[in-house]
């Protein structure tokens, strides 16, 4: 008797280390992929990276933000090839967090990476350009900001050391256009606006030209 319950023991000894090794081997192959980190943040344009992911078939990036669902992320050079190592999304919300994982098909990670929580604070102005420039005044274009109190027209001969520009013509905080006067000709200049308030607060991105040497007399009406 006690001989037959050994003999049972042992099989059933056998039979749960058989069902147990497929699952530890599994345990031991699948791990979660905790190597997807932010390279670089400007505005509302952010950088992913990650290492190389060895037997990926595919590659997604989600995002949400908080109490949303997951949905796949935008991103500037369309899906992911299973070989790439970076991803740039743009487009995003001023004042809003939002978490972004990297969903994974095949290989060993399979499955969802750490997630990341990243803040978007305002995201400045960044298409600002010239329209008509000449001796002594010139025509600077923009979006209109979202929300500003205020709008300002900066100037620099270097870069460095900032002025308030004259204008034309009164800006508003919705203003897209401004005609800057007052300027030296054959002379470099740098640009920015300073917006006060709003999606876009900040300092704007910077233009530069170099001021023509002909009156502006007919240019300007």
């Known amino acids: 008797m006690a001989r037959s319950l050994q003999k049972i023991s042992i099989v059933i000894l056998l039979i749960l280390s058989m069902l147990i090794a497929p699952l530890s081997s599994l345990a031991a192959t699948q791990s979660t992929f905790q190597s997807f980190s932010l390279l670089s943040k400007s505005g509302g344009t952010l950088v992913f990276q990650w290492p190389s992911i060895t037997g990926a078939t595919a590659l997604n990036i989600e995002q ?43 290989g060993q990670y399979e499955g969802y990476s750490n997630e990341l929580v990243v803040a978007i604070a305002a995201i400045p102005v960044a298409d600002l350009t010239f329209g008509d420039v ?9 979006t209109a900001p979202e929300n500003a109190t205020n709008v300002i027209v900066q100037q620099s001969t270097n870069n460095s050391t900032w002025s308030n520009s004259i204008v034309a013509t009164f800006l508003s905080s919705a203003s897209s256009e401004a005609v800057v006067t007052g300027l030296v000709g054959n002379t470099k200049y740098y640009f920015r606006l300073y917006v006060v308030g709003g999606s876009n607060a900040g300092y704007s991105n910077v233009v530069t030209t170099t001021t023509g040497t002909e009156p502006n007399a007919r240019r300007w009406r």
Do not use: H, M
């Open 134 to 142: 000449g001796a002594s005044q010139l025509e600077l274009k923009w």
């Open 64 to 106: 949400k933000v908080s109490g949303g669902d997951w949905t796949e992320a935008e991103l500037d050079s369309g899906p992911l090839a299973p070989t790439d190592v970076t991803a740039t999304i743009t487009g995003l919300t001023a004042y809003t967090n939002y978490t972004f994982r990297l969903d994974i098909v095949g």
